[in-house]
């Protein structure tokens, strides 16, 4: 089976030209009035009515099954506004293929509401919607709630910075709680927009999870991959192997403290990020970067001797054995981890590694990543591994590969073969080059963060400037792979040098924003424009400001 991930591209060009007259007739706001966008909607034009205005009086108008975008669309706007903004169903009737909540058999809208259309009629694709604001009021429309939560989420970004903050009541922007008026028609390039959080190498507490949930879906990405295990900690509760947690999770890198997840947790984390269309994706490393589940288990080695626990940085010197005497116990253990980690996970995929496994032997690590892909898809998922996993030509149908090498492919890693040969055993890719899109990779400045700690690594190439993260197509980057065998792409963070959430949001932002945009937004004939996209950045810092996210300042962006 081929993973498709895109939208064809006769209904990519049918939402532009449907927006086409309303852009030639239209006037767009000049200056600070401009909304800074991200990602860039596929079809948008500003149509120079009256802007839309929110009030004391404002509802936010259901009809259809919107999923929870009302409910935390007011619960956000409220905690800005200070308003009461009550969620008001429509009744039978109102939820038709032409749903109107204006012509409804329940309350009307009014012209300072927010209407929900969700119906089968309002588009073609599950995560698309169309949005539509003036001195009338707003329309949401989408075809199920995922494109009820997107549209939700730029309606916030037309909104001013402050609508992202906390103030409460009596707090009302210069201008007031206005949008522009608009229209948006909009979809997903990839089924897979992704950010990967590692909370292996430093253990992050479930609050800061949940809080970068919420900066990841405000930008439409729908994944969040996270990396449980490694070298330095094991932070996953596993009933049947519960020294996992107990040695395993005890440590961090620079003696900086354990910690893990209880199933409670983990499953807190799901339902939190399920509730904003997010999907949680486990990455359990294996066979390599697991000196902490060796340390917790000495017949997982192979002389049977537990190494002790591990709190440096260097990697590829850990492996599962694969020795005939240890089979038994590894395969009980991957058996048993997969098993509880698939229960754990309402989501398609379940993520196995396998990268960076020097200390292996080529036949050993052929062996293992066999038995361990095998594992995953005995539990139902669809396996997804580093790239290094496509040196097997044996893998289950449709595993998908995620390929960390750089934007022009190195000669001497094989990166580029890996890659197609997924898509040869009928999976697809996830692209996440290290030096474009990996988010600890140093800025060019080498800037302090706010404790005066220099973070971030630059061993991919360099530093990582905000035009290089943006500058690239996943498309582009492996001859043979193009749209239509790419699952998506993603921006991981890794935590070596990462300490808390702060350390996190400093490295991440702007940069995240790139990402965001290539995962959403149509690929550009004659290439992206940088310019216009910095100057949203720029824009965009004020949001940040009034979320307090603490981000890093970039160099070639007007912060105004």
Known sequence: MRATARRSRSAELALILALAPLVACAPQPKGADVPALIPLPVGLAWTGDAPFTL?????????????????????RLRSA?????????????????????ARSSGPAAEASDIAFVVAPGEHDEMEGYSLTTGGAGVRIGAAGPAGAFWGAQTLLQLLPPEAHGQAGAGSVPDGGWVAPAARIVDAPRFRYRGAMLDVARH????????????????????????????????????????????????????????????????????????????????????????????????ELNCDGVAPAPYEGIEVGFSSLCAAPERREATD?????????????????????????????????????????????????KTVIGWH?????????????????????????????DDARSFVAQGGAIVFSPADAAYLDMKYVDDPQNALGHRLGQDWAQGPTTIE????????SIVDGIGD?????????????????????EFMAFPRILSIAEIAWSPAATGGRDEAGFLAR??????????????????RGVDWG
């Open 332 to 380: 009980r253990f991957l058996a048993d981890v997969t098993r509880e980690v698939a229960e754990l996970t309402p989501g398609p995929w379940i993520h196995l590694g396998g990268d960076e496994s020097l200390a292996t032997s080529e036949a050993d690590y052929l062996d293992l990543v066999d038995r361990i892909a095998a594992a995953g898809a005995a539990t139902g």
């Open 203 to 298: 253990f992050l507490p479930l609050g800061d999870v949940l809080r970068y949930i919420d900066e990841i879906s405000m930008l439409k990405l729908n994944v969040l991959h996270l990396h449980l295990t490694d070298d330095q900690g094991w932070r996953l509760q596993i009933d049947s192997w519960p020294e996992l947690t107990g040695i395993g999770a005890s440590t961090s890198v620079g003696g900086d403290g354990g910690g893990f997840y209880t199933k409670d947790d983990y499953r807190d984390i799901v339902a939190y990020a399920a509730a904003r269309h997010v999907t949680v994706v486990p990455e359990i490393d294996l066979p390599g970067h697991t000196n902490a589940a060796l340390s917790a288990y000495p």
């Open 468 to 475: 290089e993260a943006y500058g690239w197509d996943p498309a």
């Open 537 to 554: 950045v720029g824009a965009f810092g004020a949001r940040l400001d009034a979320m307090g996210v603490g981000f890093h300042r970039v």
């Open 388 to 416: 290094e996993m496509g040196a097997s030509s044996t893998l289950p149908a449709g595993t998908v590969g995620q390929y960390w090498d750089y934007v022009a492919p190195r000669l001497d890693t094989g990166a580029a």
């Open 55 to 75: 009030t004391e009086r404002s509802r936010i108008v259901v009809a259809g099954d919107a999923g929870s975008a009302p409910g935390l669309l007011a619960e």
């Open 81 to 101: 506004t200070g308003y009461e903004l009550p969620v008001v169903g429509l009744a039978a009737g109102g939820a038709g293929p032409t749903a109107d909540p």
């Open 484 to 504: 239509e065998h790419i699952l998506g792409i993603e921006a991981p963070i890794w935590t070596e040098t990462l300490r808390t959430i702060d350390d996190v």
